[in-house]
């Protein structure tokens, strides 16, 4: 092979990089309220966990079904990333189950206030993700029922604060009662429910 060649092949091999024509897979895009999966029968191992961290700068809250990313941030700055272990299980694929079928719980992160930002409402994720200068959107979390599809399932409750401007979820009746009684607005609403975003599993 000459010394021309080589050079020819090396010129090819970085305009088709430049391009953007590569041979190999790249990651795909996080599935959207577009591109949700057609619902099949749950079966138990469609139901996981879904773990909590606290981000003490910001004091928001950090849910995760990956265990990698759950162990990676709680590990690598334990200060900033309090591990608080599963909070209560969700399922990974849209299922159905007594006749319900479960419905995409949506995250975004908040670039101006710094933190994640969770709905089961399409129309709100539609909203928030168009406002891309300010809003990621990281996609599918997980899937919850938008009634009590499964037995033993429980409320997930999203509350909010105006002064300051806070968010807070829990499957905690008893917290999301206290937190009430504090002055935090139940923000959810599903089946006449106050606060409810959709029915998760305990943990």
Not at 158 to 177: K, V
Request: hydrophobic share 45%; net charge positive.
């Amino acid at each position: 092979m000459t010394f021309q060649f080589k050079l020819r092949l090396v010129v090819i091999i970085a305009v088709i990089l430049t391009a953007g024509i590569v041979f190999f897979p790249r990651a795909q895009p996080m599935p959207s309220a577009i591109s949700a999966p057609q619902a099949r029968k749950l079966e138990p191992t469609d139901i996981v966990n879904r773990y909590k961290i606290l981000v003490t700068p910001t004091k928001a809250q950090l849910f995760t079904t990956d265990i990698k990313e759950y162990n990676y941030l709680t590990t690598s700055a334990p200060s900033v990333y309090v591990a608080e272990g599963v909070a209560h299980k969700v399922f990974k694929a849209a299922v159905t189950a007594n006749g319900q079928t479960t419905m995409p719980l949506f995250r975004l992160f908040m670039k101006t206030a710094s933190r994640h930002y969770w709905t089961s409402d399409a129309a709100e994720y539609a909203k928030l993700r168009a406002d891309s200068a300010n809003v990621v959107d990281e996609g599918i979390d997980s899937y919850v029922f938008p009634v009590l599809g499964v037995t033993g399932s429980i409320p997930l409750y999203h509350l909010s604060l105006l002064n300051p401007d806070r968010h807070h979820w829990t499957a905690d009746e008893t917290e999301f009662n206290a937190l009430r009684n504090s002055g935090w607005q139940a923000k959810g609403k599903i089946a006449s429910a106050p606060g409810v975003i959709g029915y998760v599993m305990p943990k």
